[in-house]
């Protein structure tokens, strides 16, 4: 549910911006409000989960993003769908970092926890896949709105099945919640956005870009010195000393970056620059999202006999050389042309997705899944916001459509590359020994 969001809204804010009367960067908050609200609040979800229990945490999450859902579908103007979009957000970042937890909680064994992971993957690649034709296929037959009531089933279904299902969480109350840190997060990851998107309206050397920009690493530091100084934080600093937790962390960051940008620049040139219908964009974004559906899977089987290493590297490799295919087609391909790097590029991100998530959930010590989750989802919506907002702003201030698009693609390829990098250095070849409890 909270995937299918991220996905079928790409193809849906160009009809949205149409009928609500909103510019390219109104465009941009309706889909990146959600994300930075999404990203700000992961630390707590997952310190809460932590502390309170999982289970009850996630059920929390499910309620209010099921709520804020029709919200969505009865905003009447801009500023009141961004505003809805922030609390769907909000309910978001409590449901991610219980699901991984539960998982965790249910799935001790390496094997066993691989193929969970591996099915969570794949649950998140078919609601990936599903989104943009989805979206396409409401928007075109019964309206944007019903892009967000789609939420309401599924979440009451959700809700009523978590609670008959699954067990009661363990909770730790000594864990501090530590809202000086969470505010510090919160508010870094939406001055960063801010000054994302605002840079293809202002211009990069505006002085409010700037100061937001500054602003944003201030509240970094800020947080990070937060963390060395509290005698309870939510993210203590060691963790992130862990090259399995930090540099998966970091993986996740880059491969949302360079795939979520990928999926909503390209929807904007099917619909701007090719006139696509919006079902028309989201049948042209399939091969992209559809290979999703079974690459974590097969990278779950996978990792038993190969160790996750190789799999994430391999997986960041073929991403990388979809992207730089595109880059490199030239200044209006043909969209047969575009079919082969987009299949690669969802093929590939979905494929490292197993193994960055157990290298992270793995290196977490005893009380501390909800907070691992919550990092590693935290930076993988940094990214998210990041690739939506710089691939906004390239296509805005490039001197054509084109040049703008393929320096988004070219920069999202750099993006897989770094993880390469990242991924031999930092993923483990083989599940660790967890560590205990400090």
Not at 37 to 47: I, K, N, P, S
Not at 181 to 202: K, S
Not at 287 to 292: C, I, N, W
């Amino acid at each position: 549910m909270v995937i299918l969001d991220v996905t079928i809204i790409n193809v849906a804010v160009p009809v949205v911006g149409r009928e609500l009367g909103t510019s390219l960067t109104g465009i941009q908050w309706i889909t990146d409000g959600y994300t930075l609200v999404f990203a700000g609040l992961l630390l707590t979800g997952g310190a809460l989960g932590d502390r309170l229990g999982s289970r009850r945490v996630f059920c929390w999450g499910v309620a209010v993003f099921t709520l804020a859902s029709l919200a969505c579908a009865l905003a009447q103007s801009p500023a009141s769908l961004v505003v809805a979009r922030l609390v769907e957000g909000a309910g978001a970042a409590l449901i991610v970092p219980g699901s991984l937890a539960l998982l965790q909680q249910a799935y001790p064994a390496p094997d066993a926890r691989s193929r969970a992971f591996g099915l969570w993957g794949s649950m998140a690649g078919i609601a990936a896949s599903a989104g943009p034709l989805l979206g396409g296929l409401l928007v075109t037959t019964l309206g944007w709105r019903w892009v967000f009531l789609i939420n309401l089933p599924v979440g009451v279904a959700c809700l009523a099945l978590t609670l008959r299902c699954v067990a009661p969480s363990r909770r730790h109350a000594a864990r501090s919640l530590d809202w000086p840190a969470q505010c510090a997060v919160a508010v870094m990851v939406a001055l960063l956005t801010a000054a994302l998107n605002e840079a293809g309206r202002r211009g990069w050397f505006d002085p409010a870009v700037l100061a937001m920009a500054g602003l944003s690493a201030v509240c970094a530091a800020a947080f990070v010195l937060r963390e060395k100084l509290a005698r309870t934080p939510v993210l203590p600093v060691r963790l992130l000393r862990s090259r399995a937790m930090g540099g998966g962390a970091a993986i996740g960051l880059l491969f949302n970056f360079a795939f979520y940008g990928m999926v909503f620049t390209a929807s904007l040139d099917f619909q701007r620059q090719r006139g696509y219908s919006a079902l028309e964009t989201g049948v042209a974004l399939l091969p992209a999202v559809v290979m999703t559906t079974f690459a974590s899977a097969l990278s779950g089987r996978l990792a038993r006999r190969t160790g996750h290493r190789p799999l994430v590297v391999a997986g960041m490799l073929v991403a990388a050389a979809g992207l730089a295919g595109w880059a490199a087609a030239g200044p209006d391909p043909s969209y047969p042309l575009l079919v082969a790097p987009m299949m690669a590029a969802g093929f590939g991100t979905s494929f490292a997705l197993t193994g960055s998530t157990s290298s992270v959930m793995t290196a977490a010590p005893t009380g501390y899944a909800g907070t691992a989750s919550a990092l590693f989802n935290t930076t993988r919506q940094i990214g998210s916001a990041a690739g939506v907002a710089l691939g906004g702003t390239f296509l805005a201030t490039a001197a054509d459509y084109g040049t703008g698009l393929r320096l988004s693609m070219g920069i999202g390829a750099l993006a897989y590359f770094t993880a390469v990098v990242l991924a031999w250095l930092c993923v483990p070849a083989q599940d660790a020994a967890k560590p205990s409890e400090a």
